[in-house]
């Protein structure tokens, strides 16, 4: 993991976030399954609320409402929180 001290000057985001039609979705982590809290979805990715720390790169089944099951990897973890690419788009 690599730590963070300063906030972002600029939004280098492709595509725009939006906020999750259902604000839990179940993740897998390890071989056990966890609620998760929703932050964000884009069809790229998603921000989650989830106190384990899993490794950059890890891949992670998600279960999300109205897209069913993808797998994520993980980008970032800061203070809780973890961004997520999603190796196929979300349609």
Same mark, same amino acid.
């Given at each position: 993991?690599? $730590?963070?001290?300063?906030?972002? =000057? ?8 939006? $906020? /999750? /039609? =259902?604000? &839990? /979705? ?6 056990? !399954?966890? %609620? %998760?809290?929703?932050?964000? +979805? =884009?069809?790229?990715?998603?921000? %989650?609320?989830? $106190?384990? *720390? ?13 897209? @069913?099951?993808? &797998? /994520?990897?993980?980008?970032? +973890? !800061?203070? @809780?929180? *973890? @961004?997520? &690419?999603? &190796?196929?788009?979300?349609?």
């Amino acid at each position: 993991m690599i $730590p963070r001290s300063e906030k972002r =000057s600029i939004d280098e985001r492709g595509e725009a976030r939006y $906020p /999750a /039609a =259902s604000s &839990t /979705a179940v993740m897998q982590f390890r071989g056990r !399954k966890h %609620v %998760v809290r929703l932050i964000n +979805v =884009s069809q790229s990715g998603a921000m %989650v609320i989830f $106190p384990h *720390l899993p490794n950059i790169g890890e891949r992670l089944p998600l279960q999300i409402l109205d897209h @069913g099951l993808v &797998t /994520a990897q993980v980008v970032w +973890v !800061k203070d @809780g929180r *973890l @961004g997520l &690419t999603f &190796t196929a788009p979300l349609e």
